[in-house]
């Protein structure tokens, strides 16, 4: 765990309780699960790291683009999958063949880790990392250094 994991780890929590709102990202008011990320992003680094275009749910799915696994790239350092740590950012991919396009913050590792996500009909939660979740993420990424 480093400081800036666990900063964003506690960032994440903050937002607990928010209702889901596609391309929302406002804590206590709504967010989807890139704006929440968005939002502990803003919470570390005080803006943003680059414009974020309007987006569909499905996330280019028809066209196979991976457009949220080369945003999360440009910002983020990749991890091996098996290397977590508190605040960690995880990306999911929900369906076999289809493109990744979920988002949560790793809230604990370690014999019961869990994560924050956003989410359709569940807003903002604390869930358990649970194999059929871990089953589904495809990458993992540490935060920069709060220095940038």
Not at 10 to 18: E, F, Q, V, Y
Request: glycine share 12%; net charge positive; charged share 20%.
């Amino acid at each position: 765990m480093t400081d800036t994991g666990a900063r964003a780890a506690a960032i994440a929590r903050s937002w607990i309780g928010t209702p889901y709102r596609h391309q929302a990202s406002a804590g206590g008011a709504g967010c989807d699960c890139l704006g929440l990320l968005r939002g502990v992003w803003r919470g570390l680094y005080g803006h943003e790291p680059e414009p974020v275009p309007a987006y569909t749910m499905d996330w280019s799915e028809p066209q196979g683009d991976e457009v949220l696994w080369r945003a999360a790239a440009r910002h983020l350092r990749q991890k091996p999958l098996t290397d977590a740590s508190e605040g960690d950012v995880l990306l999911f991919r929900m369906r076999a063949g289809s493109v990744a396009k979920h988002l949560g913050i790793q809230g604990r590792a370690g014999p019961a880790p869990t994560f924050i996500h956003a989410y359709s009909g569940h807003g903002v939660v604390e869930s358990p990392y649970s194999a059929p979740w871990q089953r589904r993420t495809v990458a993992r990424f540490a935060f920069p250094r709060e220095d940038i």
